[in-house]
């Protein structure tokens, strides 16, 4: 009897994670077919029931992996914030991506986590907590950049980070819809020009 590996069976898991997340964010969750993913990586139903059991566990999987991917940098995602110049670039690196590609994909945790409905309990959760996470990213810099005297006391760091957050999903959104980056360009410039006039006279170098 042939019995695979530790090493085979995480590749294995692996390969079809890997295929399930091109193909979600390519035509999402409801245009992907188990089946699809099944052809895609070159594994069998048996497999697929090992590891996941129903559809919703691999996306609930797939989610988890792109989290764990962004949050140790394994994707550039620009999330490692730490000065105005990196700030000002965070929009860029998410219209670059979709320039590269011709714009016929969005965000792939939007794309995701636009398809599921309540009853999808688990992969919502997951989705929820990645949104938190990036949220969280946001604020963190917004706080500290307003603890160092760059931001005006009037200025909220939870508003201006789902701010960015909101900018970025719906301008990714657009440039799908519509095959251009244009009003995405158009948006995050004039978001950037706001934020500029929260920071205090002297802190708008971009460094």
């Known amino acids: 009897m042939f019995i695979m590996s530790m090493a085979q069976k995480r590749n294995t898991k692996l390969r079809m994670i890997n295929s399930a997340l091109d193909l979600f964010h390519r035509f999402g969750v409801n245009g992907t077919s188990v089946d699809q993913v099944l052809e895609k990586s ?11 059991k129903t559809k919703e566990g691999m996306v609930s999987c797939v989610i988890q992996y792109l989290h764990e991917m962004i949050q140790t940098g394994q994707t550039p ?12 670039s965070w929009f860029q690196k998410y219209i670059d991506f979709q320039e590269s590609v011709g714009c016929e994909r969005s965000c792939p945790i939007g794309t995701i986590g636009g398809d599921l409905t309540s009853e999808n309990k688990k992969a919502r959760s997951d989705v929820l907590q990645f949104l938190e996470w990036s949220r969280g990213k946001l604020k963190t810099f917004f706080l500290e950049r307003k603890a160092a005297g760059e931001l005006i006391p009037e200025a909220r ?9 909101s ?5 990714m959104l657009l440039n799908k819809m519509r095959r251009d980056t244009e009003m995405f360009k158009n948006s995050s ?3 950037i020009k706001y934020i500029r006039t929260l920071r205090r006279s002297g802190k708008i170098d971009g460094a």
């Open 77 to 88: 995602t620009g999330y490692d914030i730490k000065s105005w110049r990196d700030f000002e």
């Open 157 to 165: 760091p939870q508003e201006l980070a789902d701010f960015c957050i």
């Open 189 to 191: 410039s004039l978001a």
């Open 167 to 171: 900018i970025m999903q719906g301008g």
């Open 42 to 52: 070159k594994t069998g139903k048996s497999q697929f029931t090992h590891y996941f």
